[in-house]
């Protein structure tokens, strides 16, 4: 096992290198099960979650070549269709694509439930459920696995009006109807720049999906999917974070290699709350000289601000001056990093999907634990930012979708070492 080091009170200063995005990773790999043929897919981040997913194809019968750090090819030709086990699945929530994946390739699926970060509360499935029942599939719940099939041994296009917003959802059914029967049409559909990402993969495959990115989706289902290269979108959840370190810190940051329009929603935060940022092609350059002024924050589904950086806002706005009140609405039980930030010393109250910050001159070094990956990456910019040390446990969170995490702010100037722990250390540290 492993914990971070950090000895707080230094600003950033220097250029970070925003790796590809991890929620287009995780949803494009098992997208690749369904080609018949090689696919070579470009600036993949080097974080658990791909590796999990990738020997999740080998096991199904998938070669898996690496071709570089940030490039994989991909032949699931002679894939079998197989049990994507509980011991696999339980460490991943996006192990739920292959679901979707598995049904338009075989029409038949059989997949553990999904694990990942656990927010406290639940993270449902219905709706990826709801549309897999319109393409004519007859999905149970059973010992822990969700089987799925089509009777007549193919997927039929449908119209289907999502009852809420999903990403998941969005991305499940347009891997499955990406080679059902027919037309099939989607509303009321996710809009985030990897939803457009997958499609994108999809269409460079041979798949005929258009309207990513707006309210309704439509996908004319094909034979077959072909071979091809593609290249992963930058994470803008990544971006993101090293700009609320920034933020959090003081110092000045070129973030490199983005697209800075899918970071809209977070740099006009940022604005508000004093933080300069110029944008210069593909990157961004972060400043924050003078103090942090309070905020208000209320998570949307995109373009609004993404509920997966809520908690590293949080962590500046510990420090900002005056009280600023954090709504998520789109998961109510994100706040439990907030017991954490106490033992720092930061000022939250928390009701139901409400925080409000009283801003304090500064944190200070505490041992922490990890909770979940996004408040994870709050706690290393809380520490970062805190005078003294700290030591955070659970980091296996934080890998899940950090691409050299340490390395990258130790490059910046932040004193951040990784070291190995003994389990009955990590145990008392979490109790």
């Known amino acids: 096992m492993t914990k971070y080091i950090v000895e707080g009170g230094n600003p950033l200063f220097g250029e970070v290198h925003i790796s590809g995005a991890k929620n287009a990773a995780v949803a494009i790999i098992p997208a690749a099960l369904m080609v018949d043929g090689v696919c070579r897919i470009e600036n993949i981040p080097q974080i658990s979650d791909v590796s999990l997913l990738l020997s999740i194809l080998q096991d199904l019968g998938a070669s898996i070549r690496t071709v570089n750090r ?24 996006a192990s739920y694509y292959m679901i979707g994946a598995l049904l338009g390739r075989f029409a038949k699926a059989d997949v553990a439930l999904p694990g990942g970060c656990d927010f406290g509360g639940t993270r449902p499935i219905d709706q990826h459920l709801k549309g897999f029942k319109a393409l004519g599939a007859e999905v149970s719940v059973q010992g822990g696995f969700i089987n799925a099939g089509a009777a007549n041994g193919r997927l039929n296009g449908a119209s289907i009006f999502f009852d809420k917003v999903s990403v998941g959802a969005t991305i499940n059914i347009m891997l499955a109807a990406a080679l059902s029967d027919g037309l099939t049409v989607m509303e009321n559909v996710a809009k985030e720049p990897h939803i457009v990402d997958v499609a994108n993969f999809l269409n460079s495959m041979g798949a005929n999906v258009k309207g990513a990115g707006t309210d309704v989706i439509k996908i004319r289902g094909v034979e077959r999917l072909h071979g091809g290269t593609y290249s992963i979108i930058p994470d803008q959840i990544e971006a993101g974070t090293y700009m609320a370190a920034v933020a959090a810190c003081g110092g000045q940051v070129k973030i490199c290699n983005i697209i800075p329009k899918h970071m809209d929603c977070i740099t006009a935060k940022l604005l508000e709350m004093g933080v300069e940022v110029d944008e210069i092609d593909d990157s961004l350059l972060v400043r924050r000289i003078g103090p942090l002024t309070k905020a208000n924050v209320k998570t949307m589904p995109y373009p609004g601000f993404p509920t997966d950086m809520q908690p590293q806002l949080a962590a500046a706005l510990c420090m900002a001056h005056g009280t600023s009140i954090i709504t998520d609405s789109v998961w109510s039980s994100r706040f439990r990093y907030v017991d954490e930030f106490k033992r720092m010393g930061a000022q939250i109250q928390v009701n139901d999907n409400l925080a409000i910050i009283e801003g304090v001159e500064h944190l200070t070094g505490a041992q922490i634990q990890a909770c979940d990956l996004r408040a994870g990456a709050a706690m290393i910019i809380a520490a970062l930012a805190a005078y003294g040390t700290s030591e955070i446990t659970g980091v296996h969170y934080i890998e899940r979708g950090y691409e050299s995490v340490v390395e990258k702010f130790r490059r910046l100037g932040g004193n951040i070492t990784s070291v190995e722990i003994e389990d009955s250390d990590a145990i008392l540290t979490a109790g």
Do not use: L, M
């Open 70 to 93: 940030s490039t994989v090819e991909i032949d699931c030709t002679g894939i079998r269709n197989g049990q994507v086990p509980y011991d696999s699945a339980r460490r991943c929530r």
